[in-house]
């Protein structure tokens, strides 16, 4: 049991590190857009790349934020067919969501892996500031490696019968 308990707060503490690195960049996002509309509006010199650097840290920001939203089973799920079921029927429906969302963020970080990588060979760059494209790719796969682990977690949790798959 202890065991477990140290897995979650590793995990917690994971993914509150990821959720603040995520929401980090975003405020950087965010301050950097407002200094470019400014500098767009008032001096007809915007930044750079500006919407580069957006469109690149989104994806680093939904993945950062991706793991906080699953350890706490924020996730949208549907469940106007299953509540009239009896707990243990919801428990083993929730624990295969929860598989199958563990098994489609794996392949998430395996493709998203081998996408760096084919950015890396390949040399792929942004077109106006020049960036390598592979960094972002990089920079999502702690996040998407981290849901694996809570999916991970939740789904053994509850198929051993916890109440609510909870992997904090």
Known sequence: ????????????LLCDLNAAIGGTVLLAM??????????RAF?????????ELVQLGCAVVVSSFLPYTQLHKANIIVDFFTQKASARSQRLMDA????????VMALIVWRVAVGAIDMRAAGE???????????????MLP??????????????????GGADGEAA
């Open 1 to 12: 049991m202890a065991e477990t308990q140290e897995h979650r707060s590793w995990l917690r």
């Open 30 to 39: 965010a301050g950097m857009t407002v200094v470019s509309v400014i500098g």
């Open 43 to 51: 001096f007809a010199h915007p930044i750079l790349g500006d919407v």
């Open 96 to 103: 295969l969501g929860c598989a199958l969302y563990t098994l």
């Open 125 to 139: 760059r942004s077109m106006l500031m020049d960036l390598p494209l592979w960094w972002p790719y990089v920079l």
């Open 143 to 160: 996040g998407f490696a981290l849901c694996v682990a809570i999916g991970a977690q939740q789904t053994l949790q509850l198929l051993k």
